[in-house]
């Protein structure tokens, strides 16, 4: 098979489809991969450590389109990658499609087969290629949120760990999934006082142990966030419906009591985002204010550290990539976990709560490939 990488075009998105050592493992199982000229050379991943690894380096994101039978990526196609899809043609990549209905609507029209890594499930039921990148966005949440709470950066003026004789700042976490335990992971370590909340009581009580009590596990009823954000300093979305939109957790009116200068991280942002306050925001433009609360809403807050994000993303999502290049019909049909990923077949949606959050017919992906 013909494997494409692209260079990714989002707004300061570094990261990059395949490493070479990915590459190198492709064509040692007998595939040709094309990549686009400095595809990762702003991580130093140069054209030549690919060339070593077997690739061929294209000149054009046209040719990688053009020749390939399956294109890899890491963020949502962009519309002028879009229409250069064709049909019948296999893209694997986050697409979170469920908040970009212009997205969706592109590539039904495009006849591509849309693959995203958030929805590919393991047996335990977790999502395996997007657990990296939640652990990074969750690491990276409380870096963010600490910057931003300095007051020459608009906030508070808050030191995340206090010093002694200084209390420390209050972190709310909403979501004790991959996200929130990276983020209350961090918080603690840094000295902040922190409180997790989450809706099932098993996950509350493995937070618990995990965090050896020194962290407050709190049921996230609609009471009690309303209860904890107005003494939050930095409050940080994590909640996940796979494939679905993000549940609006927090209202308007609920971040008009928040402090004058506290801070909101929202790594729902891609499936809609937690706030009814958040819109999509980029690395070169962050945040913005709503009622003297700053929001940062990044929707690819991992492609800050794209290098340490790319290799992380490769570690989990080259086994899949080398079963697909394999024999993808057959790599869907009789893997169930990787069949959970398909998102899009020809022109229809397959994955069901991406149908429902975007009002589409739903198609069994099974009985799509079978077709």
Known sequence: ????????????????GLTPDSVQELVSAGHQVLVERNAGAAIDFTDEHFRRAGAEIVPAATEVFDRADMIIKVKEPQ????????????????????????????????????????????????????????EVAGRMAVQAGAHHLE?????????????????PARVLIL??????????????????????????????????????????????????????LPEADLVIGAVLLPGASAPR?????????????????????????????????????????????????VTNMPGGVARTATQALNNVTLPFVLQLADNPIRALLSNANLRNGLNIHCGRVTHKAVADSLGHNFTDAFEALKK
């Open 151 to 167: 007051k020459a950066q608009g906030g508070r003026g808050v030191l995340l760990g206090g010093v002694p004789g200084v209390a």
């Open 79 to 134: 519309p002028d990658e879009c229409r250069m899809l064709r049909a019948g043609q296999l893209l694997f990549t986050y697409l979170h499609l469920a908040a970009d209905p212009d997205q969706a609507s592109l590539l039904l029209k495009s006849g591509a087969i849309a693959m995203a890594y958030e929805t590919v499930t393991d047996d335990r039921g977790h999502l395996p290629l997007l657990a990296p990148m939640s």
């Open 175 to 228: 979501g004790g999934g991959v996200v929130g335990s990276n983020a209350a992971g961090v918080a603690l370590g840094i000295g902040a006082d922190v409180t997790i909340m989450d809706r099932s009581v098993d996950r509350l009580r493995e937070l618990d142990r995990m965090f050896s009590e020194s962290i407050r596990c709190v049921y996230a009823t609609a009471a009690a966030i309303e209860n904890y």
């Open 249 to 297: 957790l927090v209202t308007r009116e609920m971040v008009g009591q928040m402090k004058p200068g506290a801070v909101v991280v929202d790594v729902a942002i891609d499936q809609g985002g937690c706030f009814a306050t958040s819109r999509p925001t980029s690395h070169q433009d962050p945040t913005y204010v709503v009622d003297g609360v700053i929001h940062y809403c």
């Open 1 to 16: 098979m013909q494997i494409g990488v692209p260079k990714e075009v989002k707004n300061h998105e570094y990261r990059v």
